[in-house]
């Protein structure tokens, strides 16, 4: 990889990383650097690079829409560990429990009874810990 590509690479890193931060919190963002290895490294950078420094910094959405968004596509999904990280970025993004509420039980109709309670379960958790239960 040349210099310069190496270092567009790293300008988009370190804004992705400052995004996820914003989001995420800084202990989250030392976890994550704890817990990097050469195995997860490069998915890790790309995730700063794309979902952080690029798709996160779009202007048409809000940070707390895109939460939303976020939450309903991983309830889709089924990816409970991903679900409890962004619970806490929709918290720090301004999202209320009645909004996250409303996105997992309007997730009925499109995911099914299985997701979405799974997913009310990981967020009643979150929201326990947070000290933002309703």
Known sequence: MDEAHDGAHQVLRAAGRQVMREILGSDYVARRDASTTRLNAAVRGLSEEFAYATLWTRPDLSRQVRSLVTLAM?????????????????????????????????????????????????????LREHGRMP
């Open 74 to 126: 991983l309830c889709a999904l089924n990816r409970p560990h991903e679900l409890r990280i962004h619970l806490v970025g929709a918290l720090n993004n301004g999202c209320s429990a009645e909004e996250i509420r409303e996105v997992f039980t309007h997730s009925v109709a499109y995911c099914g009874f299985p997701a979405a309670i799974d997913a009310l379960r990981t967020a009643e958790e979150v």
